[in-house]
């Protein structure tokens, strides 16, 4: 049989999938075990950082001190989009864009201005190839290295972006890790904060309010509060990064899953079609043997 | 002896977690100097800061702490800062090589902008690990 060939050439290329996306598999859950243990160290960071802000929140005369607080009429939205560098994660960033399409479509729609601060190139490439204006690429570090150094620089660079009234408004889009095999896209309020209150009476009263503050609660906050938000967009990094992984790392385990079904599959269709070859030469065998005799 | 529980943490790891004897540090309003049993307090830590630790026994550590706060209660003293590394842990070519870059960076700024401010900062910062390197390279209190 003449396919016999292209069947050993198909089990053989078959197999090389599976070891190629078992090694992939291997790498992702290496590089989320990574992730995971750095964000078990930068926790305490995150805790002491928001637990200060809470003492010390309801210090703060009124939101004239604190810039960073004051809603205004919202004309152009920010969005700092988080997705991945490579592909072969499975749904992972096709989930998330596909919802921040949504809501960009509905803020374009509403008479507002969006302007996109990209990190993973996979966002970038999308939001280019529909026509989008991204105002940032952020490209050094790359998302496998990325640390605290870098989520500053984006944070800050949002903050800016914010004080000289270029957005009115900052979102964060990014996927939240909520188990190894499900990852929500998250659309989260950045900037003005809304996530803490200022001002009498905020602030847990639980906490020793009686303390020294030097110089003054204000110049402390307004130094907090970059602090804090640079934690958060750490923390939105982080989330991305471990879903990222934990989703590609699912994606390759049903593509080697799949490869050594197939493989199962074809060799079976294989050895029937030698055992019938060699069936056929052995009948041609008697048959020419007994034409003889 | 009195005994202060000092907890550095920065975004990498936490540094410190133990008792010591006393602690001074430079704030953005000046030097602090904390002792066992100080009165809650709660300030920020200068831009490119150093801290003294003192030991139990009596020995002084030098640490390098940039950006960040303090705050002490119930005689425990956190430092959350950016970066933080001991005297010894401070890499001198490196710093070396941030300080002639923060340098070349400022001759050719404007004084007025904002990239001359961050990079005297950056300066700062290269100078201040740059000392304390030193420092600690000639002293046998560390550990």
Known sequence: MANLKELRGRIKSVASIA?????MEMVASMKL????????SFHPYTEEIRYMIERISGKVASEGDVPLFTRREVQTVGILVITSDRGLCGSYNSNLLFGLKRYADELIAAGKKVKFWCYGRKGYAWLTRRGF???RFFVEPPLDRADFTAAKMIGQALVEAFTDGTIDEAKLYYTRFVSMIKFAPTNEGFLPISTIEVGKGAGDSSYDLDFLLEPDAAAVFNRLMPRYLETVVFDAMLQSLTSEHASRRMAMKGATDAAVRMNKGLKKIYNRARQENITKELLDIVGGASAVS | MAELHLRIVTPDRTI????????????????????PHHAPLMTAIAQAGTVQITELDGKEIDLFASDGFAQVQNNVLTLVCEAGEFAHEIDLERVKAAEQ??????????RLSTEFVKAEAALRKAL????????????????
């Open chain 1, 33 to 40: 075990r990574k992730v995971q243990a750095k964000a078990q």
């Open chain 2, 101 to 110: 870059k923060a340098r070349e960076k400022l001759a050719g700024l404007d």
């Open chain 1, 19 to 23: 070891q190629i996306t078992r090694a």
């Open chain 1, 133 to 135: 204006e991204v105002e």
């Open chain 2, 16 to 35: 410190v977690d133990r008792k010591v004897a006393g602690v001074r540090f430079a704030g953005i309003d000046g030097s602090y100097g904390i002792l």
């Open chain 2, 128 to 143: 201040a690990r740059e000392m304390l390197a030193r420092k600690g390279s000639g002293s046998t209190t560390l550990s």
